[in-house]
């Protein structure tokens, strides 16, 4: 199980935008990356939190109340 303190601040910057139903595209441009390093950043986001898909990563944090 993963801790709150895995996640960095722009990691739950990531899933904030992911839950509000932000693209990729429109995510990367917002934090001022790449998409190639914005789905690297939900790869390793994913294997923080144990879950399979970015859209559980969100669930995940809805019920952690951490967004």
């Known amino acids: 199980m993963a801790r709150v303190t895995d996640l960095s601040d ?3 910057d990531v899933l904030r935008l992911l839950s509000r139903g932000h693209t990729t595209d429109a995510i990367a ?3 001022g990356v790449s998409e190639r390093t914005l789905r690297r950043r939900g790869r ?3 294997d923080r939190l144990g ?3 970015p859209i559980e990563a969100v669930v995940w944090a809805v019920r952690s109340r951490l967004i």
């Open 51 to 53: 879950v399979k898909t």
């Open 29 to 31: 441009r917002e934090l």
């Open 44 to 46: 390793l986001i994913c």
């Open 10 to 12: 722009e990691d739950l």
